[in-house]
Every structure is written in C-alpha cells, then in structure tokens.
C-alpha cells in the first residue's frame, strides 16, 4: 500500500541534487513520468513529497496527477522504506502450510503490521499474496534472499542475522 | 458526410462524429454520466450502451465509437435497458441514497436516469464509501461517498482550466476522486468542476441548502465583471438571487464560468447594499427620501446649466449601454458640458485614441470567436488570464485541443506561460512599447512586411533605432517572434486593458497594431488585435461615447478640476475613484474639495462616503438592459429579481434627472435602446428583441493605417523594486470585494515578491510589508514566489484596505522599495 494521506507524507527538507539529475537524465524522452518517478525512488528509497513539487515544475506535469500516478501502482513508495524488505508470502499454498503464524510472529517480534517501516527504518513489513516458490511454502523473502519451510523459530533467526547487517 | 441509420432514422453527420453525436443530431436522447460536449470523450460510465447491428455480440459505447458509413443503431432494446439498469445499480450499490438532502436533488443526473429506468430496487447490497468530506473551504464541497467516478471534474481541470486540481487516486475499490496528496481543494476556484458534477459529489456551498432547484426561478442574463460578457442563469426565489445555474448550452463559453462569475454574484443581496438615499446634513450623510435627493441633485445641476464647464461627470462601465447613453445625453445635451469620462481615461485610450487612430474605429477588429481561429496567440501579458479567465479557457482550448502556438511577452509569469509550446519572453515591466517597436522594426529587417502599408515610411523611419536591447531581451527572441508572427497564416494579439493597467494606453494599442498591420495579420478572421476592456461594459460606454469628446476634462483632468475648484458639481455614477485611480491622496483630497458630489452606486463606497448625496442604484440583477463585450457582441441582460430596498435603476435616475433638466424623458430602457441603434452607426439595425439569447456581434469597417508610437525609456531606479499593478485572477474592479466567493480566495491586497528578493529583504510569505513609492507608502502582506522576475513587485489594485493607488500615479511601472513591517 503506498497510499498516505498528506499529514502522513514526511515533510523533511530533501538534497534534490539527485532528483535533479535523474530528471536531466529524461527530460527529452516522450512519456518521462514513469522512468522518472522509478529513478527517483532508486536514489532515495521512496519518492519524498518534494521531489513530486521538483517533477511536476520541471516537466510541467500537474502535482495532482503525479500522486494519482505513485498511488495507482504499488511500486511506488511515499514513506521511507526500511534497508530490508520482509515479504512473507499468504498466497494458498502458504496460508495453508501456516503462513498465519509466520506474520504474526513477525508482527510480535519487530512490533509493526503490514505494510508498515520500523522507525530506525531497518524493516519494512509487508504480506504479498504469491512468490511464486509454492513448493517451499510458507515462503518469506528479505530483499532478495529466499527462506522457505518456514517456521516460528526461523523468524527470530532470520531477524537476528538482519540485525547484525550493516544499515549502508 | 457519414450516412448511418439510428432507430430507422436516416442521419448524415460528418466523419469525426460519435454514435451519440449522431443520435443527437437527429433528436435521439442516449443517456449519459460521464459524457461531456466540451470535453474529450471518456467512456467510463456505461449510460450510453448501444447496439450497432454491424457489431453485433457486444453492445457498443455511444459516446466513444466513431460512426461509419452504413451503421445501423437500436438506442433503447429491451437488452439495452437492461443493461443500463445494471450500470445504475451498481452505481447505486455505493452512492448514498440521500437525495432529501443533497442540493443536486432536481439537478442530478443520476436521480433522473434512475427514475427514467425506474430502478426500484437494488439486486445488490454492499457498504457505502466511508470519505470524510472536504469542508474546508467555503465555495465547493466534495462529497466522495457521493461520487461515481465520472472523472469529468478531473478531466475539465484539466483540459479547460489547466488547472489540474483532481486525479484519480489509488487503485480498485479505494480509487476516488482525489487531489494532490489527497488534502484539501486548493485550486482557483473556478467551480468548473462542480457545474459539471453529474451528481451531488461537488456541491457550491453558498447554495447549500438555500433552495430545491426546481424552485428557482431562472432568468438568462450576462455577468457583470469583467469585459469577456460570458452568459450566466441567474436562479433566483423571493427576491434574491441564490446562484447561478450552469447551462452547457450558453455562449461561447458553454456556460464556462470563472470564480467570480460562478461565487461572485452575492453582492447583488450583500447586506452592505444602499437601500435608501443619503444626503450630507450637518457633515453626515442621513436617510432622506427619493424626492429629497433628487430635488438637490436636480437643482445643483440646474445651476450648473449656466456655466456648464463646472459640472463634471465620470460613469462607471458597468452600466448597461441604455444607462450610459442616458448619461451622454444628459451632461452633453441637457447639461451641455463635455467634461465626462470613465475608468481613469486611460484605461479606455486603446480604444479610443488607440485603436481609432490605428483603425478607425473604437473597437477592437477582432472579436472573441478569433481566438479560436487563429494559429498564432501574442499575448501581452500572462494577466490576459487573470484580467478575464474566460478568454483563458478559451487560450488553454485553442492552445491544447488545436495547437495554436502561443506567445506571451510579459512582465511577469503566470498560468498561461505553462501551457504546452507556450514560449514567454519575460521583459523588464514599461517595456511594451519598445518590445513591440523592435517587432515592428525585426519585421522590416527580415523583409517579412507587407508591400505598400499606409504610413509604412513613417513608421520605418520611427522604429528604426528601436532594438531588442531597448527593450530589454534578447535580439534573437525578437527576431523569432516577429518571424513567426508575420509568417503565421493567421494571428492574433491580445491585449488586456484596464485601471489596473496604466501602460496598456493608446501608445501600446497603436504599436501592436503596428505590428498586425505590417504583417497583414488584420481584416481576416482569428487574426488581428482583440483589446481586451477591463468591465463588462468597457466597449459599450465607448460606443456610448463616454469620454471627452472636444475641448472636456478627461477623468484625470476633473479630479485636478475638483481639487482647484473648477469643477464645482460632479456626479459620479458607480465609479470608485477614490480606490481605482491613481494617487489616492489626491483623489480623496480633490473629492473632498468639490462644492458639491453626488455618487450613485450599490454600496457606500470609499467615494460615496465623501459625497454630498448618495442614491441607492441597482445591480445587473435588478434592471434590463445591453451590455457590450470586448468582442463588440450587444447581449441581453435581463432583470431577474425586483430592486433591493429603495434602489433604483441608473436608468430611472438618470431619467428622472433629465425629465426634471427638461431634457429627455423615456417609458423604458428599451426606448433607449432604440434610439441608440439610430444614432451610434455601429448599432444601427439592432433591437433588444433582436438580440436573442446569444446577442450580436456589430461589424467594423476597417481603415488600418500605421500610427508610429513613441517608446518611453524606463529607467529603472537603482535599489528599488519595479511596481507593476494588475488584477488579480479573483476579483474585477472593486466591485467584486462585495462577492463572498472572491473574497475568500483573495480577500486582502497584497504584494507579490520573486523568492531571491524576498530572501534578500529577508521577508516571508504572509509577512506584512510596507511598500513605499515617491506618491505614499501602503501595507500589504507579502506573496512569494516564482512568477514574478528578480527585480520586479506585483499589486493587484481592487482593494480598498491598503489600495495600491495610495502609492502610484498614473506611471506604467512605479519604482517601491519594500520593507517588512
């Protein structure tokens, strides 16, 4: 979910150098909205609300459209997002095999729900409905590492070994 | 032409036609949410599902799918039907059965197609929306739970306010009708989008829960702000107006409003309105009769028959055509004096020096219709928008639906300058004149300008050391400029004028005429020059000939009179010189001077409260009449409510008055109108019968001619600001501070700041500032941003709470320094 009402948005001041160049880098190209907004979410983690200002003055977008554009899809993201990503599959095969259990405990143990960051911004929760690895269920994910047959036990594994990950 | 077949009618229409045009076209009524004449066809709502037999299988969208040749349509099967019937249960599945409440009730699409298909019931059940509903501002209200996702309000902002307030959020069942951030409307308040709503999603506050709507009495009329003349529906009950009623069929404008147009109409019942006559007794102005006042009034200006030099008299344009005839005739005629005038002077001189002498008449050669028909917009100024919005939507249509270059030269940016391909060549503020010179001069330098031009040697030697450097940009964009101008196949300069705009005078008109002129851009239509009057009746008290004609004291002219006691009797008839023209001070100072001031006007103005006797007039609501737009279009306005209090019409003062001088007397304003169409060459032939609904565009007879026009060298002051006054996008002379809708988008002056000065005088948005110039000092509260060049200070003028003429004169661009308080 990446929808946040306006109050919610983080109102911090922002270096727009990169969104500068991410900008430079498509101004000339037809149809830049998308590849830009992308571009800035890969250099910031999520898109802060004053790069959308930056955006829309410089490719003469309205404001209003862009959000409908970040809120439409779900891989744009309006909140700082945690360095890892835990996705923890609830798709059939998983609920079945106890997928239940797996995102509570997690909920339990980093003390968020879904869709939602830590405030050391080290975790972002969030329950996805396939990962498409049904003969390992319950699956979870972290960023791009694969833990299937999950269990209750394995989740305190999984976030201690993240804990000792550097954040850079 | 497509021949195609609906409902065994036989239908030609042209090829780009829809279904739905078609049908329409031949009197079929296809039912429609989401559809918009004025807008890009969206298809989203599913009403208008028909069967076409050579698509068989699946039903078609009306409004979508293009007709061709040999088509032949079902509107209503019974398949049809019930189709459309499961469209409005699921639209019902989730809109709020609240009619009983909801002010679209009468007036809401959705309600009368669910009578139409008598959906009596619902086959299923599902939670309403849970939106909280955005109240925070006074003029529109959205109500989301209501809505059924049409997107027209998103699509209007977008493509004919080039606003872009709303957009779809989110996704699947959450998506709504959202805008930036999903927080609050924060737009310029147009109402556009609420005059569209096909529900009781978007509502105007200022109605709610004032009438049902088929108990408003509705009566067509004409707006009375700006110049533009766009056509409104007053919907009225008990004497009052209530609001006015969106009628997508009116004017040019497809019944298009602005804010002040659409939320601006309160001043006609404002609590603030005259309601009887006032005479000064014992220094203060006390209730009397109508017989009191105007036995004062007649008898001053009896005495001033014998020495007529003494009388002065300044009209406001907003009187309608019969009313500033009237007024001629009497301080003309009866009087006998030629001292009469309106709007400052200057503010009328394009026309009447201006254009007159560039083409023999006082009127612009081109007229409204011509900005869509042009391929090449020259805008002077992005305040063409603010001054009138309308002609604005008509820029942003012609620009974005037809690609209309537009080029803007400007002191100042703005919305207009952000349209697609739209390029503005900012210049430093007084340099109009000399921008256009070097124009003219590009045009001759390139060999682009029209063989044997009448006066084209005098001009030549005129602009012929007029360079791109006295005017302050670059040579390679004057260049560019003038070659495309005089290339385009047809183009058009627009120009606004008005008392907010002392620069744009008769020496700018003569130079942009100069430059249509030479490049044959003049007696064809979308091209030529439209001078855009600031009232709604600016052209017509030029036609009315409301201005010195020989030897008489221009506007100017009588306040210097009534300062050194030469003017001794002046009757001011709704004009408010003391906010609207130049050097306050000394308007107020020669006001209070003058033996004997009589004001007529709605409200006690600023000027009124230093007058001798003040006569309660009435507002466009409560008399009949012409106005004339800026496009030279005669329309009707139509008395829709009776006189507030004892108001009386200017036409029933001015009558009375003249009945008394022994001059003319008149049944009706229609005599009136009458005698002007067999006097003023321009009307003749026209009745107010005549006019209809939609009025009537006079023509002109063209003698274009170049007039050289003198640049005057700005020079800039060193460590000071240049002031540069202007409307704002809000309001239209001082009339519309009576208006809630204005009034709360823009209630207080202010003085608008680039970001780098602000920075430097370390001042900050909201912050009051003291702005001083050599004329006074007023404060303000400061506006930052963008728009403005470094440099340069922008002060919209219709306040009378720190008026911007307490510190100009009269000069195109005032040099202020500016502090914060």
Known sequence: ?168 | MVNLTINGKQVAVEKDATIYDAAKACGIKIPILCHDKKLHPFGGCRMCLVEVEQMKGRLIPACTTPVTEGMIVQTTTDEIVKARKLVLELLLLKHPIDCPVCDAAGDCDLQNLTYEYKVNMNRFVDEKFNHEIDYENPLIERDMNRCIHCGKCARICDEIVSYGAYTFINRGIEAKMGTEFDGPLNCEFCGSCVSVCPVGALNSRPFKFKARWWALQKTKSVCSYCGTGCQLTLGTKDGKVLTTIYDENQGFHNGQLCTRGRFGYQFVNSDKRLTAPLIRKNGKLQEATWEEALAEVTSRLAAGKSDPASVAALATPRLTNEELFLFGKLFRGTVGTDNIDHSAGYAHEALTKGAVASFGVAASPAEIADVQKSNLLLVVKSDAYETHPVIGFEINLGVKRKGIALRIVSDKKGKLTRLPGAKTTVHAPGNEVALFNALCKSVIDQGLAVEGVAGLDALKAAVADATAEKAGVSAEEIAAIAKEFASAEKALIILPIGQGYPGHNAALANAAANLAILTGQVGKEGAGLLIMGEKNNSQGAVDMGIYPKGTGLNAAAIIDGCANGNVKTLFVAGENPVVSYPNRAKVEKALENVEFMVVSDLFLTETAALADVVLPACSFAEKSGTFTSLGRRVQNVRKAIPAIGLAKSDFEILNAISQALGGARYNNQGEVFTEIAASVPAYKGLTQAGLKDEGAVYPVALAAKLVPAAAKAAAPAAGKLALVTGSALYHCGTMSRFGEGPMYVCPDAYAELNVADAAALKVEEGDQVTVTSGTGAVQVVAKVGKRVPQGVVFSPYHFGEGSVNTITDGAEVTYVSVAKK
């Open chain 1, 1 to 168: 979910m990446s929808n946040a009402p306006a109050e919610e948005i983080p109102a911090e001041e922002i270096d727009l150098t990169e969104a500068n160049e991410v900008i430079d880098k498509y101004l000339k190209l037809p149809g830049n909205l998308m590849p830009v907004l992308q571009g800035i979410q890969d250099a910031y983690g999520y898109v802060p609300k004053p790069t959308i200002d930056l955006v829309a003055e410089r490719l003469n977008v309205y404001p209003s459209q862009i959000y409908g554009v970040l809120t439409f899809y779900a891989q744009f993201h309006l909140k700082p997002r945690g360095r890892f990503i835990i996705r923890v599959c609830v798709g059939t095969a998983c609920h079945v095999q106890g997928a239940e259990r797996i995102t509570e405990t997690f909920f339990g143990r980093l003390g968020i729900g879904h869709a939602e960051t830590t405030p050391d911004l080290r975790y972002t929760f969030e329950k996805v409905a396939c990962l498409g690895a049904c003969g390992m269920a319950p699956l979870a994910m972290v960023n791009d590492d694969t833990f299937g047959k999950m269990t209750v036990q394995k989740v305190d594994e999984i976030i201690e070994t993240y804990n000792a990950r550097p954040m850079k």
